[in-house]
């Protein structure tokens, strides 16, 4: 019998921060327009540089809206509604962020995670569907990830906290490679624990 290997997506075979964070800007200008009209183009790269560092705290994607959002408010004073926003470091957050992020979700009235997932899911999509080449150059496989899948002896699965659709796009047309879908086990699917 062949070996089978379950693959963590996110961090471990492909590097899709940039996209991700990317995506969180443009779910938090429509999310929160009023806000997000204080944001010049530097606090946006300021935002997208941070959420590297912070990154490690997401367990779901729509943690990557929360968290642009308060990054705006840490940055630009003027757009502080949270209790939490005044004095919090980066450093913090990466200590702190369980215990932040539902202070930062009653605070903002985003008491509907389903809707917020669902909501960043669909910012992703439009972004996929309307300039497909720069949400694919948004991300990137590590050095030898694609060449792994290809030629590969046992069995592949994917798993990712991310909607199974954004892993299946990334793996064809990045690394070459096409995973059967009952093999890619993303959120939404039924098929992933995620954590609340």
Avoid: H
Wanted: a negative charge.
């Amino acid at each position: 019998m062949a070996d089978l290997y379950a693959l963590d997506f996110d961090g471990v075979l492909c590097d899709s921060c940039g996209e991700s964070s990317l995506s969180a800007v443009k779910a938090g200008k429509l999310r929160w327009p009023d806000l997000f009209t204080a944001m010049d183009s530097a606090t946006e790269e300021w935002i997208v540089a941070q959420m590297y560092t912070v990154r490690p705290v997401v367990e779901t994607g729509y943690e990557l809206l929360l968290l642009v959002r308060l990054l705006l408010e840490i940055r630009v004073p003027s757009t502080r509604t949270s209790s939490v926003a005044e004095g919090l470091t980066v450093d913090a957050i990466l200590e702190s962020w369980m215990k932040i992020k539902p202070v930062v979700m009653e605070e903002w009235g985003e008491r509907n995670r389903d809707e917020l997932i669902e909501f960043f899911g669909k910012v992703r999509d439009e972004w996929l569907e309307t300039d497909f080449t720069t949400w694919i150059g948004a991300n990137r496989f590590y050095p030898g990830v694609p060449e792994a899948l290809k030629f590969a002896s046992s069995t592949i699965y994917i798993v990712t906290t991310k909607q199974g659709r954004f892993a299946d796009a990334l793996l064809r047309e990045l690394a070459g490679v096409t995973i059967p879908p009952e093999r890619i086990y993303g959120l939404g699917t039924g098929s992933v624990y995620v954590q609340d």
